[in-house]
């Protein structure tokens, strides 16, 4: 198994309700990544978790809540959300810690939507 | 701070004629990756380069790192419709536990 699953593709929210973007790997990989892509923009780091526990955040507003519940899961839980919150949001792995040479495999993603 | 540029930030070509796109950074890179993302897809892992001066090839597609590793470019060469998506470079951010900076990417669309 060579993926990054996520769920759901797609997702329409209200600026006042709670969801959760899931994404899951077999491939052993020890970090997992979530990215934020706006349209014709490059990915945005957000998060990084190394060996399940949280190594980076990039400053990202607190109505944004990542969680990593074991090697294979990444959940990123999202509530009060703004509509510029709507993007692309990616999830990657790299099969060990972040660090120089490690490529990401990136997940289809899912297309968020914030009315 | 450390900055990823990266040229053209569009290119229209006719089937069959080259492409190449064009990555420069601030600083001296260790490594430079590079991705590509079809149109309503996901980025995907194409190539790194670590060496100075360092040229790899991908069937129609050469990879170069330059000499002070601070530049890089992809080339395609007879570009094909199934060429069409966004080329992104990634560099290293220096010393940030592996966070990857990406260029603004080059869109290429190629004419049948």
């Known amino acids: 198994d060579t993926e990054v699953t996520q769920t759901p593709k797609h997702l329409v929210m209200g600026m006042t309700n709670k969801k959760s973007l899931k994404c899951e790997q077999h491939?052993?990989?020890?970090?997992m990544y979530w990215y934020k892509q706006k349209a014709k923009k490059p990915p945005e780091l957000m998060f990084v978790?190394?060996?399940?526990?949280?190594?980076i955040n990039e400053s990202v507003p607190s109505r944004f809540s990542p969680e990593c519940p074991n090697s294979s899961l990444l959940n990123l839980h999202l509530h009060a959300l703004q509509p510029e919150d709507s993007a692309l949001y990616l999830c990657?792995?790299?099969?060990?810690?972040?660090?120089?040479?490690?490529?990401?495999?990136f997940g289809s993603g899912t297309q968020l939507s914030v009315l | 701070g450390q900055q990823v540029m990266q040229i053209p930030q569009y290119q229209h070509v006719q089937e069959g004629e080259d492409f190449t796109t064009y990555c420069n950074s601030s600083t001296t890179l260790s490594n430079i990756q590079w991705y590509k993302q079809r149109p309503g897809g996901h980025p995907v892992f194409l190539i790194q380069?670590?060496?100075?001066?360092e040229v790899k090839k991908q069937k129609r597609l050469t990879f170069q790192f330059g000499e002070a590793k601070k530049n890089s470019s992809l080339h395609i060469t007879a570009t094909q419709t199934t060429d069409v998506g966004t080329y992104f470079c990634a560099g290293p951010v220096y010393n940030q536990g592996g966070k990857l900076i990406f260029g603004q990417g080059t869109e290429l669309s190629v004419k049948p």
């Open positions: 990657a792995s790299t099969p060990r810690g972040p660090g120089d040479g490690e490529k990401l495999f």
């Open positions: 491939m052993g990989h020890r970090a």
């Open positions: 380069l670590v060496k100075s001066g």
């Open positions: 978790y190394s060996y399940e526990k949280l190594s």
